[in-house]
């Protein structure tokens, strides 16, 4: 019924770029909102950054001014372009969708997760 697919995680060494990329798929009516969360070994998840349909934007404060969220609604994409990799950044990654979709006659309000990607950054 509805998909999250990820793609753009790998190797990377300190000070380098990626772009992540998180495509909805099935019966979508609308996406209120999508995110980025990550998770590193031992640690808990956490929010890294989030945009609403009106383009709203929210950052941790350890990415704010290297991560950079955006979306193509057309599309029901949404990209993280991460510059400036640091070791720290080093987790899998995980994007995640508060969305509206066809439940046989009815809209139904849920959220979603991607796999997840694996992000290492080292040298």
């Known amino acids: 019924q509805v998909q999250l697919v990820e793609s753009g995680g790998g190797l990377v060494q300190p000070g380098g770029s990626l772009r992540l990329s998180c495509a909805a798929s099935g019966s979508i009516v609308s996406i209120n909102a999508m995110g980025w969360y990550r998770q590193a070994p031992g640690k808990e998840r956490e929010l890294v950054a989030t945009?609403?349909?009106?383009?709203?934007?929210n950052y941790a404060d350890s990415v704010k001014g290297r991560f950079t969220i955006s979306r193509d609604n057309a599309k029901n994409t949404v990209y993280l372009q991460m510059n400036s990799l640091k070791p720290e950044d080093t987790a899998v990654y995980y994007c995640?969708?508060?969305?509206?979709?066809?439940?046989?006659?009815?809209?139904?309000?849920?959220?979603?997760w991607g796999q997840g990607t694996q992000v290492t950054v080292s040298s």
């Open positions: 995640n969708a508060d969305l509206k979709y066809i439940n046989g006659i009815r809209f139904t309000q849920s959220t979603y």
């Open positions: 945009i609403t349909s009106g383009t709203s934007t």
